[in-house]
């Protein structure tokens, strides 16, 4: 009688000890789907494909638009490129000290150049009398000039220059300026 309790003593044990296994080991699955879907949110935001996307997309609808033909936004467009590449080559050290440049650009090649494009596009017909092609052009050579100093801040790492604008930015945008 002793014998079949202590047979049923281990049977029970081993039960018990399945049974913790598999909780241990489907809460290590969960674990590690969960990890998963985490690397694959992360992995969904690349800034870098996202202005590579939007620079392409502008270019592709000034050229659809004939805004291009009319104009001198490749300039532009290939500006908007280089910043990009500059922003590239920024360490994880240096980010911080860009302050707003990263999304201001974004904001840029994301938002502001597609509605620019797109309006004069709407005016195509417009668009071929001289004095709205020099508005136009005018203010692309602003913008130019603005890209350009942007460029140049960010290749010469004069983050002092970045966040002596950024500041200026926000004086002239909060309603205290």
Same mark, same amino acid.
Request: charged share 25%.
């Given at each position: 009688?002793?014998?079949?309790?202590?047979?049923?003593?281990?049977?029970?044990?081993?039960?018990?000890?399945?049974? #913790?296994?598999?909780?241990?080991?489907?809460?290590?699955?969960?674990?590690?789907?969960?990890?998963?879907?985490?690397?694959?949110? !992360?992995?969904?935001?690349?800034? #870098?494909?996202?202005? /590579?996307?939007?620079? =392409?997309?502008?270019?592709?609808?000034?050229?659809?638009?004939?805004?291009?033909?009319?104009?001198?936004?490749?300039?532009?467009?290939?500006?908007?490129?280089? =910043?990009?590449?500059?922003?590239?080559?920024?360490?994880?050290?240096?980010?911080?000290? %860009?302050?707003? =440049?990263?999304?201001?650009?974004?904001? %840029?090649?994301?938002?502001? %150049?597609?509605? &620019? #494009?797109?309006? &004069?596009?709407?005016? !195509?017909?417009?668009?071929? /009398?001289?004095?709205?092609? @020099?508005?136009?052009?005018?203010?692309?050579?602003?913008?130019?000039?603005?890209?350009?100093?942007?460029?140049? !801040?960010?290749?010469? @790492?004069?983050?002092?220059? %970045?966040?002596?604008?950024?500041?200026?930015?926000?004086?002239?945008?909060?309603?205290?300026?």
């Amino acid at each position: 009688m002793a014998m079949i309790w202590i047979v049923l003593a281990l049977v029970a044990a081993c039960l018990i000890g399945f049974v #913790v296994y598999k909780h241990f080991e489907r809460k290590e699955a969960e674990n590690d789907n969960l990890r998963a879907q985490e690397a694959k949110a !992360a992995a969904a935001y690349d800034p #870098v494909a996202e202005r /590579e996307s939007a620079i =392409v997309a502008v270019a592709k609808t000034s050229r659809l638009s004939g805004v291009s033909q009319l104009t001198n936004i490749d300039v532009t467009i290939g500006k908007c490129v280089e =910043v990009h590449e500059a922003l590239m080559m920024v360490t994880s050290a240096e980010h911080e000290q %860009l302050h707003t =440049v990263p999304g201001d650009f974004e904001r %840029l090649i994301k938002k502001h %150049l597609p509605e &620019y #494009v797109s309006k &004069y596009a709407q005016l !195509a017909g417009a668009m071929k /009398e001289e004095g709205n092609r @020099k508005m136009f052009e005018s203010s692309l050579e602003q913008l130019n000039t603005e890209i350009d100093n942007i460029l140049s !801040a960010i290749r010469d @790492k004069n983050f002092t220059a %970045l966040k002596t604008q950024s500041r200026f930015m926000e004086l002239r945008f909060s309603g205290n300026f």
